[in-house]
């Protein structure tokens, strides 16, 4: 299994601010890379794949850049309705996500 | 609307066995793989077993072999994941998804089964 680390796990921010999320692969994963966002009770939402494609309807402060091993998802000003858990995923070797970064409101 | 509509909420006992469903509409069932994604309590995502309906192709991730059994049936565009001896330990939220392949992603998602084993 290639292990997928994120960091930090959590983090507190306030509206308007900028969050960067870190996404770690265990081996070189070139851009077979994902970004979900997760909210209690709803189903996980797919924002990124392939690194940094967006996905249709997902607001453009959502971004992702990165290659072989590291990687990074940001948002470039924190709306309510971005407090949520965010996952990684590979999709190199099988399936594996990161362990969740949640996102609160400071 | 393309949806993953999947059963309802379940209570079992140590030792049941347990078939939940995920039914796929609004695209062609059969040209999409269909992966089970497991949440337990207060943790993260976990990829178990996916599969092609077409020709029910399946893989499961090693943590998940031989402990559920993923199926499907084409007909009536249901994937399924089957326990045939629960345990305390499978207490969790179970979230079918389709797989998409170009890139890959999992890029529709059910609502989520959650399911309870307690004695």
């Known amino acids: 299994d290639i292990q997928m680390t994120q960091s930090p796990s959590s983090l507190s921010a306030s509206v308007g601010d900028r969050v960067t999320i870190t996404c770690r692969a265990g081996?070189?994963?070139?851009?077979?890379l994902n970004w979900y966002q997760h909210k209690a009770g709803k189903a996980p939402k797919l924002l990124i794949s392939d690194a940094s494609s967006l996905q249709s309807g997902v607001p453009s402060r959502f971004s992702g850049s990165g290659s072989g091993t590291d990687f990074t998802l940001s948002i470039s000003s924190l709306q309510p309705e971005d407090f949520a858990t965010y996952y990684c995923?590979?999709?190199?070797?099988?399936?594996?996500f990161g362990q969740g970064t949640k996102v609160e409101i400071k | 609307e393309v949806q993953l509509v999947q059963s309802g909420a379940e209570v079992k006992k140590p030792g049941e066995s347990l078939k939940i469903s995920c039914k796929g509409s609004g695209y062609s069932f059969t040209t999409y793989w269909i992966g089970w994604v497991r949440q337990m309590p207060g943790k993260g995502l976990e990829w178990m077993a996916i599969i092609y309906p077409i020709d029910s192709d399946t893989r499961y991730s090693p943590s998940f072999q031989g402990q559920v059994t993923i199926s499907a049936d084409k007909s009536i565009s249901t994937a399924y994941l089957q326990w045939n001896s629960l345990k305390a330990s499978d207490t969790a939220i179970y979230y079918c998804?389709?797989?998409?392949?170009?890139?890959?992603?999992?890029?529709?998602w059910g609502q989520g089964t959650m399911v309870t084993v307690s004695s």
């Open positions: 998804a389709r797989r998409r392949l170009a890139p890959d992603a999992f890029d529709i």
């Open positions: 995923q590979q999709t190199y070797n099988t399936w594996t």
């Open positions: 081996q070189s994963i070139s851009t077979y």
